[in-house]
């Protein structure tokens, strides 16, 4: 599989050991607060199965599945909720678990929107980010790699839903060289 990939950007176990620290960090600032996980789907499913793995403090799980309206590479700010959170955030510390912040438009909505309803605390964990990208002013907490702007696949990320399952994070050939 990887052949058909000319740049790897994060291997296996890059990813392993930054998603070790972040848990690291986190267990170690959530002593006793019983944090909610919330991941954004899909993309965000393998980083926090192995993220809550690590996780040495008490915590829960919730879903989110959100759809931009915008091109298929381009958000556009504008999100709609697809699947909304079964549990009652109020009072509750949130952590935000993204696979990806690129424009961070929806991100920005993501927080505003879970900030309403009166969470104790709102931060975000994010496997990667893409900094030239930026289109937000959004605050992540926790970052795990920053990534140049090229379209990546892999642990999570697709290209038209292939390539999530992928155990490395790649660059998209160019159209034409695949
Ligand atoms: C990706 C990613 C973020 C969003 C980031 O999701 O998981 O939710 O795009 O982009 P932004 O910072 O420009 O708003 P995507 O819409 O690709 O859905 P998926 O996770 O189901 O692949």
Known sequence: MKTQFDKVLLEEGEIRARV?????????????????????????????????REITVPCELD?????????????SGVVRILKDLDANIEGRHVIIIEDIIDTGLTL????????????????????LTKPERRKA???????GFEVPD???????LDFNEDYRNLRFIAAMPEEGSR
């Open 20 to 52: 070790s620290e972040l848990a690291k960090a986190i267990s170690a600032d959530y002593q006793g607060m019983d944090p909610l996980l919330v991941c954004v789907l899909k993309g965000a499913v393998f980083f926090m199965a192995d993220l809550v």
């Open 63 to 75: 879903f989110m599945a959100v759809s931009s309206y915008g091109s298929a590479t381009d958000s």
């Open 108 to 127: 920005s909505y993501l927080s505003k929107n879970l900030r309403a309803r009166n969470p104790a605390s709102v931060e975000v964990c994010a496997l």
């Open 137 to 143: 002013d959004i605050s992540c907490k926790y970052v």
């Open 150 to 156: 090229t379209f990546v696949v892999g642990y999570g």
